[in-house]
């Protein structure tokens, strides 16, 4: 591990609630990891609608980082799927810390 090494969190993606019907059979609880940086991992025999999976990619890289305690996105960990009819809302969970060499990393 080089001097330069970061610090990141592994994340859990986690259907927290369901307001409407569920089109696309995730169910409260259902819910994937993002860790060591890129490696998505989802349960076996589960799946991830993609369309849910799209509104919460793109604050995964910040999630994964230690933010300063003002920042909204340290506080909030609420993300609403697109769909309408679902109402489904997904929480985003810092499940542990680990230490990265950026020259392992692209």
Excluded at 37 to 66: M, N, T, W
Excluded at 95 to 104: A, M, S
Aim: include cysteine; aromatic fraction near 4%.
């Amino acid at each position: 591990m080089s001097e330069e090494s970061m610090e990141l969190y592994d994340l859990r993606v986690v259907v927290d609630s369901i307001g409407g019907r569920s089109v696309c059979g995730l169910a409260v609880g259902d819910s994937f990891e993002l860790v060591n940086s890129a490696e998505l991992r989802i349960p076996d025999g589960k799946h991830f609608c993609v369309y849910a999976l799209q509104s919460v990619l793109p604050l995964l890289p910040a999630k994964q980082r230690r933010l300063a305690a003002t920042d909204w996105l340290e506080r909030d960990n609420l993300v609403a799927c697109p769909d309408p009819e679902e109402r489904l809302v997904m929480r985003i969970e810092r499940t542990r810390t680990v230490r990265l060499d950026p020259e392992d990393l692209t």
